[in-house]
């Protein structure tokens, strides 16, 4: 069974650095694309980084380029997403989902149960 | 980027109705396009990949169509359970994007 379990989220002032964790579980974790997804409250989904199946490939939202930074350990199956320079607008819940194929560009086929950022004076 | 557009934002239907949930791109997706469902404090949940495609474990009441630009996710006949959020996302030209999803509410 896949299994992806969200952590690192919390109460965070405004250019402060965070670190999201995902650990995976139930599948064969450098064979697929991992990603990361936030929902601010009450608003829908928006794609906020990629990382490939050897993590030699990166790709990010503009409105997070530059700050964030995404990264996996595939001896630990774990990814991670490095925030700095935290915005307000970086309020969301973050979930981490398994892509489709080893590349970018799949569907998100599993994804974690979400971490709350806040990022707030 | 591609702008989705979901319509309606809103569909108020009973158990037992058919629901036709439209996504409509901004320019063509090929057919890389997805659909989720979102329950209240859930994570999303996948239903249907490459525009017709059902997921792992998604009941057959749940169908997908359409290609280039115009979507339609189908659900044949509603249960309790299918009252949600639901999205489309496309991966036909990157960034992947999300439209603004159609709450689906009970009547």
């Known amino acids: ?121 | 980027e591609i702008v989705l557009t979901q319509s309606p934002a809103t569909l108020s239907l009973s158990p037992g109705e058919r629901a036709t949930l439209s996504c409509r791109a901004s320019q063509s997706v090929r057919n890389f396009l997805a659909w989720y469902q979102q329950k209240p404090g859930q994570a999303p949940r996948l239903l249907i990949y490459d525009a017709s495609n059902r997921a792992t474990g998604i009941p057959p009441r749940f169908s997908g169509s359409g290609s280039g630009t115009d979507f339609t996710l189908t659900i044949s006949s509603l249960e309790p359970e299918d009252f949600a959020v639901y999205y489309c996302q496309q991966r036909g030209t990157w960034p992947p994007t999300f439209g603004q999803g159609t709450k689906l509410e009970i009547k």
């Not at chain 1, 503009?62 to 990814?79: A, E, M, P, Y």
């Not at chain 1, 700095?84 to 194929?101: I, M």
């Not at chain 1, 799949?106 to 149960?113: E, L, P, R, S, V």
């Open chain 1, 1 to 121: 069974e896949v299994q992806l379990l969200d952590s690192g989220g919390g109460l965070i002032q405004p250019g402060e650095s965070l670190r999201l964790s995902c650990a995976a579980s139930g599948f064969i974790f450098n064979n697929f694309a991992m990603n990361w997804v936030r929902q601010a409250p009450g608003k829908g989904l928006e794609w906020v980084s990629s990382l490939s199946g050897s993590g030699a490939n990166t790709d990010y939202a503009d409105s997070v380029k530059g700050r964030f930074t995404i990264s996996r350990d595939n001896s630990k199956n774990t990814l991670s997403l490095q925030m700095n320079s935290l915005r307000a607008e970086d309020t969301a819940v973050y979930y981490c989902a398994k892509g489709t194929q080893w590349l970018r560009g799949g569907a998100f086929d599993y994804w974690g149960q979400g971490t709350l950022v806040t990022v707030s004076s």
